[in-house]
């Protein structure tokens, strides 16, 4: 049976606006509900800021509705002007296009597009945008919206005053688009909800207006909170910057290591806002992790499953295994070859063609974690140097054969976070 979602959404903490919410939560109980929420493919790959209306779009199906992530194929060629102080560059249709199907790979690790009545589907509003009369449009869309209201949008408004900002007529146009597509998913494909971030509650009003005047319809909006971190930052950002679903954008590993280093002040919101675990389970994770918060286990766990869903249990199995090599939690001489090709990939690692044995302080400024011997015999009498693990005691070792992990690498550490491997060509 389809459930509450606004109800089950509101206590999670994802719901910052519902156009009516009692209305809608009654409707939920006893009928599927479409809805849906916009991707804009300017990009060819979703980040981590943008999986609160993926979240969204996966709790609706999983509570018994139908999800509709609409590509902006035709909105996309123009690009929204929310909170944008100038226009963005505009993509070719071939680009569009490319970025869109990229976009729904990444979907389908959250929604099932395959399993009956709450199926998720996919349009795309270029096949509808690109058929539409300019006249047509201005008589039966435009007369809708009056210019004075669309000034009086913020983000309009403020780049109306200034003039080094401005805002064009291309731009203007896509509040209008962005209606015309909840109009033409209400009447097509019975989509009565739209939803997004809490900046694109003027066009979600923008819809429901159009489809009211139009047609009579009730249609509905939603809007979820801005993720905010403990330190008043959006979340999604590291320090490489956006944290992106592609692994060839942002390695799996660096994925995992986004969600282990979560602030402790943020780790229950992500888990109530990422992870499908029920209130209480979350409830019973969070007393476990106060009890002993050095082990970040909360952290660990979403890390998991945000990593599995996005890149799958075997990679997830590898970046986690690897990230507990590397700091400690599993000694490095257990590793295999491949978990040691996959840390090669994440930390600074040298090739040496020396014969062996090789004095270690010349694989210590080899490696780059010493500029010079003397750093290095200063690094060992401080008790900072670690072969594979294991502290350095005597400035005159060497590295044998015997010291070889698998795939002829050892590890070396300076300190306690520089990581390093040599990989010896034999």
Request: glycine fraction near 10%; aromatic fraction near 8%.
């Given at each position: 049976?389809?459930?509450?979602?606004?109800?089950?959404?509101?206590?999670?903490?994802?719901?910052?606006?519902?156009?009516?919410?009692?209305?809608?939560?009654?409707?939920?109980?006893?009928?599927?509900?479409?809805?849906?929420?916009?991707?804009?493919?300017?990009?060819?790959?979703?980040?981590?800021?943008?999986?609160?209306?993926?979240?969204?779009?996966?709790?609706?199906?999983?509570?018994?509705?139908?999800?509709?992530?609409?590509?902006?194929?035709?909105?996309?060629?123009?690009?929204?002007?929310?909170?944008?102080?100038?226009?963005?560059?505009?993509?070719?249709?071939?680009?569009?296009?490319?970025?869109?199907?990229?976009?729904?790979?990444?979907?389908?690790?959250?929604?099932?597009?395959?399993?009956?009545?709450?199926?998720?589907?996919?349009?795309?509003?270029?096949?509808?945008?690109?058929?539409?009369?300019?006249?047509?449009?201005?008589?039966?869309?435009?007369?809708?919206?009056?210019?004075?209201?669309?000034?009086?949008?913020?983000?309009?408004?403020?780049?109306?005053?200034?003039?080094?900002?401005?805002?064009?007529?291309?731009?203007?146009?896509?509040?209008?688009?962005?209606?015309?597509?909840?109009?033409?998913?209400?009447?097509?494909?019975?989509?009565?909800?739209?939803?997004?971030?809490?900046?694109?509650?003027?066009?979600?009003?923008?819809?429901?207006?159009?489809?009211?005047?139009?047609?009579?319809?009730?249609?509905?909006?939603?809007?979820?909170?801005?993720?905010?971190?403990?330190?008043?930052?959006?979340?999604?950002?590291?320090?490489?910057?956006?944290?992106?679903?592609?692994?060839?954008?942002?390695?799996?590993?660096?994925?995992?290591?986004?969600?282990?280093?979560?602030?402790?002040?943020?780790?229950?919101?992500?888990?109530?806002?990422?992870?499908?675990?029920?209130?209480?389970?979350?409830?019973?994770?969070?007393?476990?992790?106060?009890?002993?918060?050095?082990?970040?286990?909360?952290?660990?766990?979403?890390?998991?499953?945000?990593?599995?869903?996005?890149?799958?249990?075997?990679?997830?199995?590898?970046?986690?295994?690897?990230?507990?090599?590397?700091?400690?939690?599993?000694?490095?001489?257990?590793?295999?070859?491949?978990?040691?090709?996959?840390?090669?990939?994440?930390?600074?690692?040298?090739?040496?063609?020396?014969?062996?044995?090789?004095?270690?302080?010349?694989?210590?400024?080899?490696?780059?974690?010493v500029s010079s011997k003397g750093e290095g015999r200063r690094k060992i009498r401080e008790g900072g140097v670690y072969l594979n693990g294991d502290r350095?005691?005597?400035?005159?070792?060497?590295?044998?054969?015997?010291?070889?992990?698998?795939?002829?690498?050892?590890?070396?550490?300076?300190?306690?976070?520089?990581?390093?491997?040599l990989r010896f060509n034999r």
């Amino acid at each position: 049976m389809p459930q509450n979602f606004y109800e089950i959404m509101s206590r999670r903490g994802f719901v910052e606006w519902c156009s009516h919410p009692e209305e809608l939560g009654r409707k939920m109980e006893q009928e599927i509900v479409a809805g849906y929420v916009g991707f804009d493919p300017s990009a060819d790959s979703l980040h981590v800021g943008n999986m609160i209306p993926i979240m969204g779009l996966a709790w609706l199906q999983k509570l018994g509705h139908r999800p509709i992530a609409l590509a902006g194929g035709g909105t996309g060629l123009i690009g929204d002007p929310s909170g944008k102080t100038k226009e963005r560059a505009l993509l070719s249709v071939d680009k569009v296009a490319y970025n869109a199907e990229c976009i729904k790979k990444q979907l389908a690790k959250f929604l099932d597009f395959d399993c009956g009545p709450t199926s998720a589907t996919m349009p795309n509003n270029h096949d509808w945008l690109s058929k539409i009369g300019f006249i047509e449009f201005l008589r039966d869309t435009g007369k809708y919206f009056p210019v004075n209201v669309l000034i009086n949008r913020e983000y309009v408004r403020s780049r109306v005053e200034d003039p080094e900002k401005s805002i064009t007529y291309t731009e203007m146009s896509y509040i209008l688009l962005q209606a015309y597509d909840f109009d033409h998913m209400f009447n097509t494909m019975g989509c009565a909800m739209q939803m997004g971030g809490n900046d694109q509650q003027g066009n979600i009003i923008g819809g429901i207006d159009l489809i009211r005047k139009r047609s009579g319809g009730q249609a509905y909006g939603l809007t979820f909170q801005l993720l905010l971190t403990a330190a008043g930052t959006k979340f999604g950002k590291s320090e490489d910057g956006a944290v992106y679903l592609d692994p060839q954008k942002t390695s799996p590993y660096k994925f995992y290591q986004f969600w282990v280093n979560t602030d402790d002040r943020d780790i229950e919101m992500l888990h109530r806002m990422y992870s499908f675990e029920s209130l209480e389970t979350i409830a019973d994770i969070m007393r476990r992790h106060s009890a002993r918060p050095e082990r970040r286990e909360a952290q660990k766990l979403i890390a998991w499953e945000m990593t599995a869903r996005v890149h799958g249990d075997d990679v997830a199995r590898r970046v986690r295994d690897a990230s507990s090599v590397l700091f400690g939690e599993t000694g490095v001489k257990s590793a295999d070859a491949e978990l040691l090709d996959t840390l090669a990939s994440e930390i600074p690692v040298g090739d040496i063609a020396s014969p062996m044995p090789i004095p270690l302080l010349d694989a210590l400024v080899a490696s780059g974690g010493v500029s010079s011997k003397g750093e290095g015999r200063r690094k060992i009498r401080e008790g900072g140097v670690y072969l594979n693990g294991d502290r350095v005691t005597g400035e005159a070792m060497t590295i044998t054969s015997g010291d070889l992990l698998p795939g002829g690498y050892v590890q070396l550490r300076v300190g306690k976070k520089d990581f390093r491997l040599l990989r010896f060509n034999r």
